[in-house]
């Protein structure tokens, strides 16, 4: 499968604890999006990569959140002191960076924080 | 203030009939794309047309076709002869930001149910 991998699928933490997920973006993508799903809602930015470089972070990144992308593959979004807000899915997409090309999403991780 | 606008949170059609979803969108900018996505219940986000504001053309992909009028600022989603695995949320969406950047804004999605 060469699609956008996220791991895991689902996690379930405990109010105030640390989170971490990963994504592998397509291969050939140098362009990697992280994006927040609630229930009933569409996704929301949260931020971006090309390559190893985040340019841009949306402002419901709050100070608990942290996105890495190392060597300009996979990423990691890490939430610290997780609250019952953070429940939802967190979608991570790739795509190239050149012309209008889409944006290749990944199944999603799952959070609830109980 | 909401970018972009989905008036319809469910809709219900027979198999094999056509179905149009709406979308509205708000912006000052004079170049931007317009995206719609299926995502079934598995929860994968899935490109299905894309739309640019200087295309002249509708863009139509297999089934699906966008009927884009700028004036009014709609892009709506057209599916022809409907099919049962059509049942999904469908989402319409804005490019933001400079060319190729998916920095996308989502609007709130429409429940498509196919029934037999």
């Known amino acids: 499968d060469t699609g956008v991998s996220q791991d895991p699928r689902h996690k379930i933490t405990k109010r105030g604890q640390n989170v971490t997920f990963r994504c592998d973006p397509i291969?050939?993508?140098?362009?990697l999006y992280w994006y927040r799903q609630t229930l009933g809602q569409g996704p929301e930015f949260l931020t971006y990569?090309?390559?190893?470089?985040?340019?841009?972070k949306s402002r419901l990144l709050s100070d608990r959140f942290s996105a890495e992308r190392p060597k300009g593959s996979f990423s990691t979004l890490e939430i610290q002191r997780t609250e019952q807000g953070d429940s939802a899915m967190y979608l991570c997409a790739s795509s190239f960076s050149i012309g209008n090309t889409e944006a290749f999403f990944g199944q999603g991780t799952r959070l609830t924080v109980v | 203030a909401q970018k972009i606008t989905q008036t319809q949170p469910g809709m219900f059609v027979q198999e094999k009939e056509a179905v149009t979803l709406d979308c509205t969108y708000d912006?000052?900018?004079?170049?931007?794309?317009l995206f719609w996505y299926k995502q079934p219940s598995s929860g994968e986000m899935i490109f299905l047309i894309y739309?640019?504001?200087?295309?002249?053309q509708n863009a139509t992909e297999g089934r699906y076709s966008l009927n884009f009028q700028k004036a009014r600022k709609s892009a709506n989603l057209v599916i022809s002869a409907s099919q049962l695995g059509d049942s999904a949320m469908y989402f319409c969406a804005m490019r933001e930001g400079h060319q190729g950047a998916q920095k996308l804004v989502f609007g709130q999605g429409t429940r498509l149910t196919i029934n037999p």
């Open positions: 912006t000052s900018d004079q170049s931007y794309g």
């Open positions: 739309q640019g504001s200087y295309d002249e």
């Open positions: 990569f090309q390559n190893e470089a985040q340019l841009e």
């Open positions: 291969s050939e993508h140098n362009r």
